[in-house]
């Protein structure tokens, strides 16, 4: 916050934050990234101007995967519903079956006072990476993909914050969201907030331009840029432009095919397998992980042991301790009935907590709600 006062002022930072009154849903974020992120970023904006109103209501998270909503359901507020399947929703009453109510409940009940609603989440995103060969449309998923977008377009959201993997791109979300929405997108790395762990993702700003308009004096973009850290490593240490035949395996030579047919992306990460390979990879210097895929023990020889799966996960900066918790004013994620396998599993699946808080400071910033 104080960075932030530097640059555009004490006075524009502390008007923008007595303003902030989300009521949130989250979809797809992992382990509770994204509500940890706005926890945090609540209890920063209330020490940095105590008189604001600055504060955010979750409401509902939606997590397929049984142990994602153990997690969730241990971890957070007893009023958060937590809904199995985004495709399993109904439309027509507005309500899923809740797996914390063990009934059916609201999907997206009734915004709190002058509380704007949000939505954060990432769309199935597998059919658009090279795991799933880039099949976009043609994707088995993509039914999920268009149910998460059809559910945001027939709530009260104004707000929709998107995380995707790189290659998802603002015409897919246009397409999906309509004219009514305008984007704000740029690609976060947590590399660049100085943390040991590369994991490239497209964010999105998404808002209805009648409603909700942009009033900050910066881009989603170059906002980000105003948080950099020190990078604690370069690119070129975590990704090989090329690697001999030999040691390149099938699915990392067909992945790695794949970028060099796509200039754009850049350095390939060799970890992000083409469709029939899940696996996690050592990095160039054999020390640190790229939090990308799926797989039930990490070993590096670097370390020379296996990863333990909360030293995965905690590269997300999740509070996995007490002192994390306390420091972050949140609720310590409870990890504790759940098994390596799924932990290691949630650790290549889960954005990262200052990731996606940097782009929902962005949007409370930059966002402001217009008057009926």
């Given at each position: 916050?104080?960075?932030?006062?530097?640059?555009?002022?004490?006075?524009?930072v502390?008007?923008?934050?007595?303003?902030?009154?989300?009521?949130?849903?989250?979809a797809?974020?992992g382990?509770?990234?994204?509500?940890?992120?706005?926890?945090?970023?609540?209890?920063?904006?209330?020490?940095?101007?105590?008189?604001?109103?600055?504060?955010?209501?979750?409401?509902?998270?939606?997590?397929?995967?049984?142990?994602?909503?153990?997690v969730?359901?241990d971890?957070?507020?007893?009023?958060?519903?937590?809904?199995?399947?985004?495709?399993k929703?109904?439309?027509?009453?507005g309500?899923?079956?809740?797996?914390?109510?063990?009934?059916?409940?609201?999907?997206?009940?009734?915004?709190?006072?002058?509380?704007?609603?949000?939505?954060?989440?990432?769309?199935?995103?597998?059919h658009?990476?090279?795991?799933?060969?880039?099949?976009?449309?043609g994707?088995?998923?993509?039914?999920?993909?268009?149910?998460?977008?059809?559910?945001?377009?027939?709530?009260?959201?104004?707000?929709?914050?998107?995380?995707?993997?790189?290659?998802?791109?603002?015409?897919?979300?246009?397409?999906?969201?309509?004219?009514?929405?305008?984007?704000?997108?740029a690609?976060?790395?947590?590399?660049?907030?100085?943390l040991?762990?590369?994991?490239?993702?497209?964010?999105?700003?998404?808002?209805?331009?009648?409603?909700?308009?942009?009033?900050?004096?910066?881009?989603?973009?170059?906002?980000?840029?105003?948080?950099?850290?020190?990078?604690?490593?370069t690119?070129?240490?975590?990704?090989?432009?090329?690697?001999?035949?030999?040691?390149?395996?099938?699915?990392?030579?067909?992945?790695?095919?794949?970028?060099?047919?796509?200039?754009?992306?850049?350095?390939?990460?060799?970890?992000?397998?083409?469709?029939?390979?899940?696996?996690?990879?050592?990095?160039?210097?054999?020390?640190?992980?790229?939090?990308?895929?799926?797989?039930g023990r990490?070993?590096?020889?670097?370390?020379?042991?296996?990863?333990?799966?909360?030293?995965?996960?905690?590269?997300?900066?999740?509070?996995?301790?007490?002192?994390?918790?306390?420091?972050?004013?949140?609720?310590?994620v409870?990890?504790?009935?759940?098994?390596?396998?799924?932990k290691?599993?949630?650790?290549?699946?889960?954005?990262n907590?200052?990731?996606?808080?940097?782009?929902?400071?962005?949007?409370?910033?930059g966002?402001?709600?217009?008057?009926?």
């Amino acid at each position: 916050m104080e960075r932030i006062e530097l640059i555009f002022g004490r006075d524009w930072v502390k008007k923008r934050l007595n303003k902030w009154r989300w009521t949130m849903s989250t979809a797809f974020t992992g382990v509770g990234c994204a509500e940890i992120a706005a926890l945090s970023l609540q209890a920063a904006a209330r020490r940095f101007a105590p008189e604001s109103g600055a504060s955010v209501h979750i409401t509902s998270a939606c997590e397929i995967d049984k142990s994602c909503q153990k997690v969730l359901l241990d971890t957070f507020d007893s009023d958060q519903c937590i809904f199995p399947d985004i495709t399993k929703i109904d439309m027509n009453k507005g309500k899923s079956y809740c797996v914390r109510h063990q009934c059916m409940c609201e999907l997206q009940p009734e915004p709190h006072e002058d509380c704007m609603q949000v939505s954060v989440g990432g769309p199935v995103c597998v059919h658009y990476s090279p795991m799933g060969n880039r099949e976009k449309e043609g994707g088995a998923q993509h039914v999920t993909h268009k149910s998460y977008y059809r559910e945001i377009k027939k709530s009260k959201t104004k707000i929709c914050v998107v995380e995707n993997v790189p290659e998802y791109t603002e015409e897919v979300v246009q397409k999906e969201l309509g004219g009514e929405w305008m984007i704000e997108s740029a690609r976060v790395d947590p590399r660049i907030f100085g943390l040991p762990c590369c994991r490239t993702r497209v964010f999105m700003i998404c808002y209805k331009w009648r409603e909700v308009r942009w009033v900050a004096p910066f881009t989603l973009s170059s906002f980000l840029g105003c948080l950099r850290q020190r990078v604690v490593m370069t690119a070129a240490n975590y990704f090989y432009k090329s690697l001999p035949k030999s040691i390149l395996s099938a699915s990392a030579a067909a992945n790695l095919k794949c970028y060099n047919e796509e200039k754009s992306f850049g350095f390939p990460d060799l970890n992000q397998l083409c469709k029939n390979g899940r696996a996690r990879g050592e990095t160039k210097d054999k020390c640190l992980q790229t939090l990308t895929t799926n797989s039930g023990r990490i070993y590096s020889q670097g370390h020379g042991r296996y990863i333990e799966p909360e030293e995965a996960l905690s590269s997300h900066v999740l509070p996995m301790t007490d002192k994390h918790a306390k420091i972050c004013k949140a609720p310590k994620v409870q990890m504790g009935e759940v098994s390596r396998t799924a932990k290691t599993r949630m650790a290549g699946n889960a954005m990262n907590v200052p990731c996606i808080g940097a782009v929902l400071l962005a949007a409370v910033l930059g966002l402001d709600d217009i008057a009926p």
